[in-house]
């Protein structure tokens, strides 16, 4: 291994993982200067960027690049999408902003508020005073992601002080570009982590001390287009629900 | 086809034309045109230098020094069957499978030779089977594999990680922070101090000190607990952490200022400055580095027996809600290290990976910390009695094998290994305790504690 060109190392490690080649940065010189060339870590990136993508500056090598969008997910399209890089795999990572939503009612004060938190990623999020018909849903164009991946879809959220009605699962559901509306079965979710709902997905607290549930899951192939739309809902029970603070919804690749 | 054509066909097929090898050992080989030919290398030289390039033995094609005799005979070996137009993709894959199956430093040498030859599936082939080999591998294992030297300083193996750890959460928590410290001054003013005069003390004296540049007046809240010396249980865990003298008070010493130089700080220090009174007896001012170690040592033994001692290992943790062992101290405790938090320490936490909830101050390099906390449980949230948390840029590596092979951690991974804590955090102290809720830190020494 001493007499393998450097390229040759590199060209190995490009075939690794992210976290390998860290790790093989602490192995020799040699394996060093492999392990942290551009040519490595330039694999790693997506070969794909969004469109107003504008990569933050001062980072001097592609490595410091790679890891700055692990790290801090940069805001597109006017702020209301937040992007970054899962930094397992380098897979692209979305977060649309509440904003970015279609919330029924959402634009109605009597119903939804919109508030600033100091911890959220984005400028704004919604707050739900009071609501009977609940229904929110994001579109994302699939081309926007990365190829050969198996993606989730979450909401994320949290509860005020006071939150009600949210004790029975709500419907989720999550339905690709050239689906049919009505050949899609929504599944339940349980927003609030009552011991006794047991079925479907349940809400899990995230590291940002935000709620998320996932919506559904979808495999992105090569070449696929069109938008998906996921979408939480519950409009069948004839009572109210509040408290709902919504932050956005997450698209990230599915780790196994 | 008759006999007739066949003994004309015959001579004509026996009539290959061959090309001469010469590897840099001198020895010479002749090799059938249309196999040598499948190489771009020689395919190149015998194109550029004319028909009679390779032609005879005088005058044979000399190949590039990474290919010996062995590797060129294997190449030879893979051309020959690739270059059958007939094979089907799935007998090619299978050949390579079989093909690349042999020991690591042979498959280094054919990587190289197949390099040097310009063989672009060989190389493809090979290196991908070495990339198998590394995958997953921690530094030393692939040391050993490949015989590499171990030429990295400890500071270099640290080094990857400084610029890694810009975690997006310490911009949130710096937000959260203004919030919490908010709440926390009301709350101040609702309970009614029960100072500790001791507590106080040592954290102001901690502070000055720390602020001075000299940390390890670390006179802990242990001196008012009759201390068991189980020094030599955890020596051996804990004092290989501390770090070399120079460099731990020239941590201090790069802390101090980094801090000196963070926003919202000024009314803070006037207070710890106004708060100073009394002076400790055991009071060393002149940071006395054997006198620090021991201390250290102290510490950090007493907060290895105090939590647990997993803790301060930070190797083979699993990410798991941090939780602590603790029982029963609640309720006195908490008051104390509340007193201890409003008492002005300076709260520098580093972890590496995951950012526990605290709220203070944001450093920047590698910083001497210590935590005096809360610890226990109460409804959901779990709170944790940090005293003689050490935090420390380690000097010793815990051995990365221990890690569980699971772990997800990317900087994590390393940072087990490596240890070096760059940082700049902030944290955030939620309500009253201090909580340390998420993931448990790789490695973490917490020197000191301070609230803003």
């Known amino acids: 291994m ?84 899962e930094r397992s795999t380098g897979n692209k990572c979305y977060m649309m902003a509440a904003r970015a939503l279609n919330i029924t009612w959402g634009h109605d004060q009597r119903y939804w508020q919109w508030i600033s938190l100091p911890d959220a990623r984005f400028k704004e999020v919604a707050a739900l005073k009071m609501v009977w018909w609940l229904d929110i849903t994001g579109k994302i164009n699939i081309s926007l992601l990365s190829d050969n991946t198996l993606y989730a879809a979450y909401l994320v959220f949290r509860w005020n002080l006071d ?33 006794g709902s047991e079925q479907g997905q349940r809400a899990e607290l995230r590291s940002d001390d935000w709620y998320e549930v996932q919506l559904g899951h979808f495999f992105k192939r090569r070449g696929d287009m069109g938008e998906i739309e996921m979408s939480l809902k519950e409009t069948k029970r004839p009572f109210e629900k509040k408290g709902l603070i919504v932050h956005g919804i997450e698209i990230r690749p599915v780790l196994p | 086809m008759s006999e007739a054509d066949m003994a004309i066909i015959k001579p004509e097929m026996m009539m290959k034309s061959y090309i001469w090898l010469e590897t840099t050992d001198g020895s010479i080989q002749q090799v059938e045109q249309e196999i040598a030919m499948y190489c771009p290398m020689i395919c190149h030289e015998v194109l ?43 007998e090619r894959k299978v050949h390579d499978e079989k093909f690349i199956r042999m020991d690591t430093k042979r498959l280094c040498e054919l990587a190289s030779a197949a390099d040097s030859l310009q063989l672009k599936p060989l190389v493809d082939l090979s290196s991908r089977a070495l990339a198998r080999i590394i995958e997953g591998k921690t530094p030393e294992e692939i040391r050993e594999i490949f015989h590499l030297p171990d030429d990295l300083t400890e500071e270099e193996k640290l080094e990857p990680l400084k610029n890694l750890m810009d975690d997006p959460r310490i911009r949130l928590l710096n937000r959260l922070y203004a919030k919490k410290r908010k709440e926390l001054k009301e709350r101040e003013k609702l309970k009614g101090k029960e100072v500790e005069e001791r507590v106080d003390e040592r954290s102001v004296d901690d502070l000055l000190s720390f602020i001075n540049g000299k940390d390890h007046k ?3 809240t242990s001196k008012s607990k009759k201390k068991n010396k189980k020094r030599k249980e955890h020596k051996n865990k804990v004092s290989h952490n501390l770090h070399s003298k120079q460099q731990g008070v020239q941590i201090v010493d790069e802390t101090a200022s980094s801090l000196g130089g963070v926003s919202n700080l000024p009314s803070m220090e006037d207070d710890i400055f106004s708060l100073k009174t009394d002076s400790e007896d055991g009071y060393v001012d002149d940071g006395m580095d054997p006198v ?46 509340f007193q201890v938090m409003l008492g002005s320490l300076i709260l520098l936490m580093v972890f590496g990976w995951q950012v526990p909830e605290f709220c203070g ?14 610890t226990g449980t109460e409804g959901e949230d779990e709170w944790f009695d940090l005293s003689y948390l050490i935090l420390n840029e380690a000097s010793d590596p815990p051995k990365y094998d221990n890690v569980p092979a699971d772990r ?17 955090l902030q944290l955030c102290i939620s309500e009253l305790e201090l909580t340390l809720r998420g993931h448990k830190p790789l490695y973490a020494h917490i020197i000191e504690l301070r609230e803003l």
Not at chain 1, 173 to 195: K, R
Not at chain 2, 412 to 423: A, C, K, Q, R, Y
């Open chain 1, 163 to 195: 939150p009600y009605g949210f004790r029975q699962p709500v419907e989720a559901s999550l339905v690709l570009a050239g689906t049919e509306h009505d050949d899609v079965q929504p599944s339940m979710v349980s927003l609030m982590q009552n011991p």
């Open chain 2, 218 to 220: 670390v006179v802990k």
């Open chain 1, 2 to 85: 001493n007499n393998l060109p450097e390229d040759c190392i590199a060209k190995i490690l490009s075939l690794t993982s992210p976290r390998d080649v860290c790790r093989s940065s602490a192995v020799s010189r040699c394996f060093r200067s492999a392990a942290d060339s551009d040519h490595v870590w330039n694999h790693f990136l997506p070969s794909e960027f969004p469109e107003d993508f504008r990569a933050p500056e001062g980072l001097p090598t592609k490595k410091h690049l790679f890891f700055s969008l692990v790290h801090n997910p940069l805001l597109l399209h006017g702020s209301q999408l937040s992007f970054s890089l």
């Open chain 2, 48 to 90: 550029q230098k004319g028909l009679g390039a390779g032609s005879s033995k005088n005058c044979a094609i000399s190949l590039p020094q990474r290919v010996n005799p062995a590797m060129l005979s294997l190449i030879l070996d893979y051309c020959r069957f690739h270059q059958v137009p007939g094979r089907s993709n799935k």
């Open chain 2, 408 to 424: 997800e951690e990317l900087v994590g991974d390393v940072l087990s290994f490596t240890l070096l804590f760059p940082f700049e």
């Open chain 2, 292 to 337: 620090l170690k021991e201390m250290l040592d102290r510490e950090v033994e007493d907060f290895a027996r105090r939590l647990n001692s997993s803790w301060v290992l930070s190797s083979g943790q699993e990410r798991q809600p941090v939780h602590f062992s603790i029982n029963g101290n609640g309720a006195t405790r908490r008051l104390t290290a």
């Open chain 2, 361 to 374: 101050v944001t450093v920047k390099g590698n910083s001497r910390v210590r935590i005096s906390g809360l």
